[in-house]
């Protein structure tokens, strides 16, 4: 067993009910700025603009934070592929932290620093601990599709 799938059945293990709920929050929170992302797309192209190494990549990268953010919060608040959500995610926070302080006013959704920190925080622990016991994820796990077997009497061939 690597160290990958030991910290992913730790986490599995030892995942409090509440912190479900502290992920459903956060997957609601991540759409919401996915959505205020979409409503200021023209700040997010300046930004992205600013620096001349973005902005040939600038459509790229706008499009790629809007889906972290409103898919990735999806699937954080259903609880479906938690730990890759979280870590699609993850540069997005790392881009927030370094313009937060932006003249455009584009990171107004992460105002204060303290914000963006949490945020990070709670996706690196949701990379650990996974979706937890109320999740898609977790009711997939306890209710695997059964498979089901050709009936080869009826003349079903291959």
Do not use: C
């Not at 709920?21 to 192209?45: E, W």
């Not at 949701?126 to 306890?142: A, C, K, Q």
């Amino acid at each position: 067993m690597n160290t990958l799938q030991r910290i992913e059945k730790w986490g599995d293990t030892h995942h409090p009910k509440w912190l479900s709920v502290v992920r459903i929050a956060l997957g609601i929170f991540l759409m919401y700025v996915g959505i205020m992302f979409v409503q200021n797309r023209d700040a997010l192209v300046r930004v992205i603009d600013e620096s001349p190494a973005l902005a040939a990549m600038s459509v790229g990268i706008a499009h790629y934070i809007v889906f972290a953010h409103t898919v990735g919060g999806l699937f954080i608040m259903m609880g479906l592929f938690t730990r890759i959500a979280a870590a699609l995610n993850l540069p997005v926070l790392l881009g927030a932290l370094i313009f937060v302080h932006s003249p455009t006013g584009l990171f107004n959704v992460y105002p204060v620093l303290g914000l963006s920190l949490l945020v990070m925080f709670l996706l690196v622990l949701f990379l650990i601990e996974g979706s937890g016991p109320i999740s898609v994820d977790d009711y997939m796990r306890r209710h695997p599709e059964k498979k089901h077997s050709r009936n080869y009497s009826a003349g079903v061939k291959d």
